[in-house]
């Protein structure tokens, strides 16, 4: 079974940084894409950043320019470092994780971007 962990959220003023963490443990086979996403309260989940195998990437148009996706294939672990934060990414971000055709998705991590 494979588990997502996630790290790295957290409370940080307007302009801030972070930088979130998540590490695939267990029976894992070929990850093909990972990325992150994120959920604020009473909307639905958003795709923020996605990164393939091979190293492509996609961003939101919100988070462009200010959210890098990054990946270590050998340690199964995918990275989102955030900067110049505002208060409406304000949200909990989910991690997932592609492998043989299934969608695995981690716990979430709250991060909070005060004014």
């Known amino acids: 079974q494979v588990q997502l962990v996630e790290s790295g959220g957290g409370l940080v003023q307007a302009g801030g940084s972070l930088r979130l963490s998540c590490a695939a443990s267990g029976r894992l086979f070929s990850i093909n894409s990972m990325g992150w996403w994120h959920q604020a309260p009473g909307n639905q989940r958003e795709l923020v950043a996605v990164?393939?195998?091979?190293?492509?990437?996609n961003y939101a148009d919100s988070v462009k320019g200010r959210f890098t996706i990054s990946r270590d294939s050998a340690k199964n672990t995918v990275y989102l470092q955030m900067n110049s934060l505002k208060p409406e990414d304000t949200a909990v971000y989910y991690c997932h994780a592609d492998i043989l055709g299934t969608r695995i998705w981690g716990q979430g991590t709250q991060v909070t971007v005060s004014s």
């Open positions: 990164i393939t195998s091979d190293g492509v990437t």
